[in-house]
């Protein structure tokens, strides 16, 4: 079962709790959200009786193996990364190059996604390659110069961790951790990820079934963190003609199963420069809470994925659209309401 509490109520429930469940043999994992509100997930059973107490306002079955993460105990979620908050009825974009090269780049690319109505600044510090040949990123070096371009922007930085050991350092410089398609299922990453108490971006892996990619999210919420955003970034497909498919079907079922914010992101989902601004498009039309892109000033010269990266030109119309797109959207549901 899931026990939703008002926290500013909860003096010594949760020790009634956690003697309740010990006695019982039970176990209680306990997610503090952005709220004001607890969550407490019981691994077991424990006596009615505690259960009657005023800061206890809801208990609520588990039918999902995604306990935490299922809309059956709480209705919406708001992730805040830095002072950008996702989940709040305005889309928020995140931008940037694919990888961080070296200062100047990120920089003048920082400064292009800023002006053309970006709120989060994306660089891969690590980059996870098909090609043990590709350029890899420049490690810690990188994440210093995402710091430097947070600093001389005000945009808060979300970079990929590809291993456990990474998760440290990682926080040290970033406000957001991206944990990539290729290790959705990496379950010590996700775990590391939970204890950090970062705001983490979960995109889904590339044959990943909606219920895995969910049960991903149930790891990092396991371990106490609430900030989890989920993102769909394309699957795998007999087709040929495009990187991946994006699957927007997944916004509005996982809007449906979870509480959790959904971004899409078009630029991995279609892998072609020309798709990115119409499929941003429909992730917004399907309910996306935002979107994340590869823009920078000059794509054609990108060390990693020139393709589908945008110039901030067309990141600045794209933002317009899904803005106003957002916004019309809203006046017809109050309307229809």
Known sequence: MIITIDKSKSNGVIDTLGAASQRSGASIRIIDWNDGSLSVNVLGQIEPDVLIHPAITGV???????????????ERTVVRVGEVEIGNGTPVIMAGPCVVSDVEQLITAAEAVKAA???????GAFKPRTSPYSFQGLGEEGLRILAGARAATGLPVVTEVMEPDQVEITTEYADMLQIGARNMANFPLLRKAGKARKPVLLKRGFSATIEEWLMSAEYILSEGNSQVVLCERGIRTFDTSMRFNLDLNAVPLLKELTH???????SHGTGKRSL??????AGIAAGADGLI???????????CDAS??????ELARVTRKALALSRLLGVEDLVSG
């Open 293 to 303: 892109l590869e823009s920078e000033p000059n794509p054609d010269s990108a060390k």
């Open 260 to 266: 959790l914010p959904i971004v899409v992101d078009p």
């Open 60 to 74: 609520h079955s588990a039918t999902r193996p995604y306990r935490l993460a299922s809309k059956e105990h709480r």
């Open 276 to 281: 990115v601004p119409p499929m941003a498009l």
């Open 117 to 123: 109505g970006a709120t989060v600044l994306r660089g």
């Open 308 to 313: 589908q990266t945008i110039e901030p030109e």
